[in-house]
Structure formats: structure tokens, C-alpha cells
């Protein structure tokens, strides 16, 4: 036997199919933000979504070494005290699993199965990356910027430490960060303690933890996550198309209060203040509209103030008059960039991007 | 429409049927602890598992008051700052879900479908619950103390605040605190903020969170958690058991590396060493059992001394001898009490108490 019997092709759930034992063994692990999450400006560490492809590695910070090296005038490597001597910069990001809504498409990639709650949002401390990249210096053939973390597993077969590249324009555009601290405190293990990149407006796969390597190439980088994992596809052989910022998502908090088991929501008639996030990776938000007839009559929903930091997510009320009987709340944002949140997403194999309108059954009594 | 026909008695999986919806609802809502957490003495807050049965509700700690009543000489109230004038204690506690190891039982009972990381180790700090009655003074003819949390909800079409009760003598013996802080900080709101009670060696489902009222009562608490919910039965009609204490349990570190999806294990051939945890809710734990080859063979784990918190996890670690091909890992542990973990525990409809024996498939190559 060998790794290659255990580590199979991934594949689309069949009709009916409920969720597999693999799937719960990722569900069970990894966790999402209860909805009610929302209500915070900024997400508890406890309550912010975790996705970690292999295991959360052991690390220390003490004898923690990240290296910037490949095409540079002059190889770097820094301890936490020499990196925290490099500059301090906070900023506040929501970061989103390119995964978030995978299991609600059909049919279902078969992956870590995420309703609509893979989010949160930080206070993210740390050194800008086009900082260091400037005290190495790039050489004028560099082209992409690859980030390897200390976790190390297989996917489909190939054994890999986790890896992700960014152009050279992006890893300095961006406002990429190196983090060592999650709002004001030390990473947690599962945030990627001691040291991880924070890309601002990308989906969560480009923000690698556990960050012990920056290496500068001459090529596009090639490797797994970029081109084999993170990739929109409508078929096994479809080139695709990478999966890159994060889509305009709007999210109410679940108004009243549940049932353990469905989830269904229960709320008394009257005037209930529905109340919500919407964030998108492109641009700032600039509208939510609000249905609470399925998607049949929209309202404009009122904004708060934007955050200073214009990517993190921004915060919308809008007063529902309820009346007895059962009713289906939904909700779309819209960027300043001209996207807008569909009802329903186009589907793809790897059940990335899914930003289909969040519905939301409730019973006034 | 009402509230009852969205909240359904509970039942069993049909056989072959993967998990459904609403399993998965919860699943993504609430979460374990990644197993190589296991490593932590103490868990950081955000791997600590967590199980909420309705929202995490909206608190503040500035106006929260917690009374005390009943069947007292004297109603009290504290507000945090009074009630933190009465005394600091800090006690390291393991805490389990009573429904850790549901989903692996056959049939499946539907609820939240845990696999064996419903765990984690904190160190709470607050006020003996003994000492907070001692100075109510209880009356004669007290019986049971009934703890009432801020959650509300609905269960089996039972509106709701989340409320469990303990004998008089479980109150004081067990070592009960009410807490303020985890780990030395604040509680974080999925862990009850501000205010929450821990209860020493029993199943989470004791430990109220977000707590607001102590009533003392002249007879038998027959409310929702304790008399339906949390019980042990064999069919619909049996009267069953109460779950009260953490039935012992040994877990170890998965080792090696993980394939993503399918969470098989990897590791060289040579010496590996293996490390886990041991708890029980009865007793301290005197001995754990690894088994290299299915349960065929036992071997002795070397324990590490035990926590001053003798109901605490104590860690244990054994060397394994690892050549190619593939080994099934399994372990068990031993309290003080005389009870042992067995290799399938009996099988409840409500799927609590279930310390059947770890098993992790490893390759070796």
C-alpha cells in the first residue's frame, strides 16, 4: 500500500447523498462563526472560521526562523524580534473561506462541507510584506513571490508542505501583511502561531500560517494550491480559472430564536430589527438590499460607517414589520467595483466563490 | 404553522443514511478540538470544544446580575464586581460534550455529530458555588439547585431558556465554581461570557453557561436538560439513566501527517512516539493501554505525573516500533474508581456517554 490508495481524487457527491464520513471528519475540525457572530466588529479568536488543510503544526516562537530568499539582492532571515523591529502595522481584515457555501451547491463537491459561515474579521498586527521584499530587494527578473508554511500533509496524492505564490504586483498591491499578532494578542496556534501572511481581500487560502519561508521566483508558480486546488472548474479537465479576491457576501444575523436541531427560527410579530455584515475583496460595499418575501420585494438596508480599513466587512440594519405566518429572509451586497451578489452562484466542481443570497426561514407567532 | 411543526422529536439514522441537513447545521456551528490539540496542557480557548444548543446571546458584563433564590434564608444578587469581592479560586477542569462519540454509533442518534474531539482543558477562575449558598443559607427542606442561562430555544417543541439542575450535596461536594475568566482572561462569549458555571467531572451539559439564576427547590428538578434530554435509554419508552460524570477516556495525537480528505495517517518506519491525554470524570486516571496492532496486544503508557486538579487530563506517551505496512492504533484508560474504558461502549439512543476506544489507521512507510 501506499499513500496514493488513501489520498484519492476529489469527486461530486451523488444525488441524494448526505454528507459523507470524510466530509464530518473535516467539519468536526475545522469550524465557522455562528451567525450571531455577526453582532462583533470584530470576530472573537474563539468564534473566527478556522480551515487547516493538515494539522495545526507545534511551533515556538522562540527558534522561529522566516527566511526571504530566491531572486533577491540579499537572502534575508528573521527571528520574531528581529521582525518586530521592522515595523508595526494593524489592520483590520475580513477574511472568508474560498469554500464558504460549498455544501449548500448541487450537486456537492465532496470537501470540507461549509454552510455560509466560514468568515470573520481580525485585527491582524504585523510588518508590511513590501517592506521586506524592498530590504532584500527584488531582482529584476522576479515575477511571482511563493509562501510556504510549516504545515505538511497530502491532497489527491501529492505529499506537500502547504504553499501558495502571489504575483510580485499583488504581494506588494495588496497590503500584505507578515502578522504576529490576532486582535492585540499573540496568533493563536490554529491563526497560524507564531508568524502568517494576511493577504487583505483575498479569500483565506492565499493567507498561508505556521509562514517560515518567502521566495522569490522568475516564473509563475506552479505549485498545487495555486493550480490544481484553488482553480474554478466546470469539468475534471477545464483549465479553469484561479480563484483569486473575495465575492461581494452579504449575512444577517438569524433574527428570534432556534430550534436545536433544525435551526429554524422563531420570532414574535412586530417590528424586529434585522441586522447584518457585507463585505466583499474587490472593492468597498456600497449598497445591501434586503427581501423578507423570498426575493419578490428588495429594500434598501441602511449602512453604518465604513471601516477605516475599506475590505473589512460593513455593517447594515434594516427594521422588518413582521406579521404571523412563515417567511423567507434573504439579502444581497453590492461593491463598489459594480459586483453584485447573486441570487443563486454559478456552480463549479471545486465549490469555490459560492456566493449565492443567504435565505433564512423564520415563524412570526 | 406553529413551533411544533419545526421542532421534532429526535430519531435515529436510517441505516446507510449519511449525515443530514441539520446534523451538519450544528456541525459547522459548533466544534471540537483538533486532536493534536491533545498537546496543549491547557487548550487555548479557541480549540477548547464548544457546544452551543441555541445562539450564543448578546451580554454585557457591566449590568449582568446573577441571583440567588429559592428556598434561601436570604435572596441574594451580585452583580461581576460583587461577585468577585467573594473569593478567587482557579481549578483546571477537562470538559467533554456528553455527546462526544455520537456519530460513530450504529444506528446513529441524530443531533450534533461528534467524533471523539468533543474536549478540551481549561483553568477557570470564579467563586465556590458552596460558597455563594453558604451565604443565601440554604433552608432545610432544599432539595436540588436549578441554574438558568441566558440562551433560549427550542427543543422537541419545548420553548426554552437552557436550564440544568444538581442535588444539593453535587452543588457543594463536586467543587462547583461559577466562573468569570478562562485561562486568565475574560470569558469569550461561546464560552458564556460573562458569567457561567463549571462543574467539576461532569459532562459539559452541567456546566450552564451565560448564567443569570440559582434557584434552590424543595423537590427533584424534572426540567427539560435533565429529565429529557440528557438521559441514557435503549428505547423511547425507558425511563433510563441521568448522564452525570465523564466516563473515562484516553485520546493520542493522530501521528505522522494527514491526507486533507480522508484524514488518514502517514509516518516513516523507526521509532515513533506516541502522545495523548486521559481523563475521567470519577476518579484520577491511574493507567492507559496503547495497542500497536488493533487490541490484539496491550502495552503500559508511561504517565506524566498528575495535575494538582485531579480531575484534570493526565498525559501519557508510549514509543512505538513502527515498520511498513499499515497498523491500527488504539488506547484505553483506567481511574482510580475501578472503571475502564472499554474497546465499544453500549450503545443509548441519545448517543451520550460513548467512551469507545480511539482507533487511528496509520501506513507506514
Excluded at 486546488?229 to 433574527?255: H, M, N, Q, S
Aim: aromatic fraction near 8%; include cysteine.
Amino acid at each position: 500500500m501506499s499513500i496514493g490508495d488513501f489520498s484519492v481524487a476529489g469527486r461530486l457527491a451523488d444525488t441524494g447523498e448526505g454528507i459523507t464520513g470524510d466530509e464530518l471528519q473535516l467539519a468536526a475540525r475545522n469550524h465557522g462563526m455562528p451567525l450571531e457572530g455577526l453582532r462583533y466588529d470584530v470576530t472573537p479568536p474563539g468564534l473566527h472560521y478556522v480551515l487547516v488543510h493538515y494539522d495545526i503544526p507545534a511551533t515556538a516562537a522562540g527558534d522561529w526562523r522566516l527566511t526571504v530568499g530566491g531572486r533577491v539582492e540579499e537572502p534575508l532571515s528573521f527571528g520574531l524580534t528581529e521582525l518586530r523591529a521592522m515595523g508595526r502595522r494593524t489592520i483590520r481584515v475580513t477574511l472568508e473561506c474560498a469554500g464558504n457555501g460549498r455544501a449548500t451547491l448541487q450537486p456537492r463537491p465532496i470537501s470540507q462541507p461549509w454552510l455560509s459561515e466560514a468568515v470573520g474579521t481580525a485585527e491582524w498586527t504585523g510588518v508590511l510584506l513590501a517592506d521586506l521584499l524592498r530590504l532584500a530587494g527584488l531582482r529584476e527578473d522576479a515575477v511571482d513571490v511563493v509562501f510556504t508554511g510549516a504545515d505538511h500533509g497530502v491532497e489527491r496524492g501529492v505529499e506537500q508542505d502547504y504553499q501558495r505564490g502571489l504575483s510580485v504586483a499583488e504581494a506588494i498591491e495588496s497590503g500584505t501583511i507578515v502578522a504576529w499578532e490576532m486582535n492585540g494578542a499573540p496568533l493563536p496556534p490554529q491563526h497560524g502561531y507564531p508568524l502568517r501572511l494576511v493577504v487583505p481581500g483575498w479569500y483565506g487560502m492565499a493567507s498561508v500560517k505556521w509562514l517560515r519561508s518567502i521566495e522569490v521566483i522568475d516564473h509563475e508558480f506552479d505549485g498545487y494550491q495555486n493550480k490544481v486546488a484553488y482553480v474554478l472548474r466546470k469539468t475534471p479537465d477545464d483549465p479553469g480559472r484561479p480563484v483569486t479576491r473575495i465575492e461581494p457576501r452579504a449575512l444577517l444575523i438569524p433574527p428570534g430564536f432556534p430550534d436545536f436541531m433544525s435551526r429554524h427560527r422563531f420570532v414574535a410579530a412586530g417590528t424586529v430589527p434585522l441586522f447584518g455584515r457585507a463585505w466583499s475583496g474587490w472593492a468597498p460595499i456600497e449598497r445591501v438590499e434586503v427581501s423578507t418575501d423570498a426575493g419578490v420585494n428588495w429594500h434598501e438596508a441602511k449602512l453604518d460607517a465604513p471601516s477605516n480599513d475599506e475590505l473589512a466587512w460593513r455593517a447594515f440594519a434594516y427594521d422588518w414589520e413582521a406579521t404571523p405566518g412563515e417567511h423567507v429572509l434573504t439579502v444581497r451586497a453590492y461593491d463598489t467595483s459594480g459586483r453584485e451578489q447573486p441570487i443563486e452562484a454559478e456552480w463549479n466542481r471545486g465549490g469555490f466563490s459560492n456566493n449565492t443570497a443567504q435565505r433564512i426561514t423564520v415563524l412570526v407567532t
